[in-house]
């Protein structure tokens, strides 16, 4: 019994396993609600929603009539997806008893965090969704878009990644006399009940908005709970699935985030056969490649994309608050820029709603979906291995020269 309380609280979970139920689950989710899984969306309508508390017309802003910019964010089955993330990511935290304030060494890190989620936030609304709408989810729902996005999210993280490594982005080294204490668990043994509690208390929630006939409501609500467990036991962050690769040839959440896009391609396609549900498909343009790339590069100065942001912030992480509010930020400049600056005229109005089902047909579709993340999943072996024969190469120069 208490190997398996902590297999499930003092360990976290294998990314493979993690990523083949959150395949599922989006699959799920997609048929419950003919929606899918995303979050930037979401802060851009909160970004509206605070530009309307202080008084702004947004009224012509042509963005927000696009997403759909009604009610509050309680009420809207999109804000409770982000929010029960938040909240699923902070039971698991305070139940495995691991939340601990946490303060970068660095102060510039904030400001590179900011500028990073804003460069991000602007980059995902610029695409047309994120690592989640325009990736994870974008590729099961056969949107042609999605892999315009993945190949230009890629080349945006490469460069993310040139440029952390470089003396001026690092700073100057912040060295400690001594060595650090351990924290005293004791201290924070309340944290169990404290997750418990909050446990309760959503679960409650969920329970009232089927209840009260609000059934959106409490599907975002207990998906968004289910996606948020995930995300923190598995640690899962698209960020180091790209940049790990560049930087330490370290493959394992790349292939992890594969799998899962795979099996819910899959299972999405039974979705749309059997329910005849319509496929969510987004515009490929060249906007798409743009916002791609800006949100690869801004996920790396971040140091985290959505997800690894949220559940990060939620560990008690600091420097993930300028983030989350700079995607805010940034989500909501692009909004005001689709129309008022010319975006929407430069780099999206020439583009087209390309979906590989009724371009293909679903065997089409699927066949080529398939064979296209078979070919992402070699290259990223490819990749891996060819770090790791020029480590070997360098350390074997070193050890002749020396």
Sequence with gaps: MKSS??????????????????????????????????????????????????????????????VHLQGATWNRPDGWIVWGMFVGALIMVLLSNSFKIRLPQQKRRYVQGLIGGIIAGFGARLALGCNLAAFFTGVPQFSFHSWIFIVATGIGTFFGAKLTKTRWWKGKPSLTRGSAKPTRLN?????????????????????????????????????GLAFGILIERGQICFTSAFRDLFLVGRSVMAKAIILGMSVSSILTIIVISIYDVTPITQI????????GALFGLGIVMASGCETGMMYRLMEGQLLFLPVFLGNIIGATFLAYAWDH??????????????????????????????LMLGGLYALTVYGEKRYHQKLAVKRGMKVHAS
């Design 5 to 66: 309380i902590q297999s499930i609280f003092q360990r976290y979970w294998n990314p493979y396993l993690v990523l083949l139920m959150a395949g599922i689950l989006s699959a799920l989710y997609f048929g419950l609600t003919s929606t899918v899984w995303a979050v930037t969306g979401e802060f851009t309508r909160l970004g509206g929603d605070i530009l309307l508390l202080f008084g702004v017309d947004i009224s012509d802003w042509q963005y927000f009539d696009m």
């Design 187 to 223: 201290k924070r043994i309340i944290q169990p009940y404290v997750g418990g509690g909050i446990a309760v208390l959503y679960i409650g929630l969920i329970i009232y908005f089927f209840a009260s006939g609000q059934k959106l409501l409490g599907l975002g609500a207990l998906f």
């Design 284 to 291: 490929a343009a060249l906007s798409t490649f743009v916002g």
């Design 341 to 370: 600056l010319g975006v929407y005229n430069v780099l999206v109005k020439n583009g087209a709603k390309i979906n590989l089902l009724e371009t293909l047909g679903t065997i089409g579709a699927i066949s080529i979906t398939l």
